[in-house]
């Protein structure tokens, strides 16, 4: 026998109710992470691609030098860390991914209208599996269901999160490349 079956229906209504609210709290905060991440990786890539264009102005625009292999080498990886930096950042902002940042209440309030229609049933699937018509059991239908976003969610931020790092190296080896490519031939 589980725990909640000590409490009375009434103390447990409430823990549900903290409990799709701490959820939908914490969904709130994933999404602003997501957000947070994809508009600091715009930003980034912007700014490095504002640096890398003056250094390479002043690259080509120095004339007093040979170009020879390491010149380049240098342009090669350089072109190729930005692109590498790019693509990135591209993977951050359209993930891809089984991301789902909010509850939608239409679905919720479609079932709740008429949880005997079978087209609202199969609309509110993802928060409403197979459940009873009592509150209690909708309650705990949509904390299990919050949860599981919550898990789902977490895995695609930690790939985003990684997608971000390799883009702040390469877009710290890009600047790097090209400063030294200014550096030794401007």
Request: proline share 3%; net charge positive.
């Amino acid at each position: 026998m589980g725990i909640l079956n000590f409490w009375s229906s009434r103390d447990r209504e409430n823990w549900y109710g903290f409990s799709i609210d701490a959820g939908r709290e914490y969904l709130a905060v994933q999404r602003d992470e997501l957000n947070g991440i994809r508009n600091r990786s715009i930003t980034i890539l912007g700014l490095v691609a504002a640096a890398c264009a003056v250094l390479l102005t002043a690259v080509l625009d120095s004339s007093g030098l040979a170009r020879n292999g390491w010149f380049y080498t240098l342009c090669v990886l350089g072109t190729l860390s930005f692109g590498v930096s790019a693509t990135c950042v591209t993977l951050i902002a359209n993930p891809g991914l089984s991301y789902k940042p909010a509850l939608y209440p239409d679905h919720l309030l479609s079932y709740m209208k008429n949880p005997m229609n079978k087209d609202a049933r199969e609309t509110a699937n993802p928060y409403v599996k197979n459940v009873s018509l009592t509150s209690e059991d909708a309650k705990l239908a949509l904390c299990m269901a919050i949860d599981e976003m919550l898990i789902l969610n977490e895995a695609s931020l930690s790939k985003v999160r990684s997608r971000y790092r390799v883009c702040l190296f390469f877009c710290f080896l890009s600047l790097v490349l090209w400063s030294a490519l200014a550096w030794v031939f401007a």
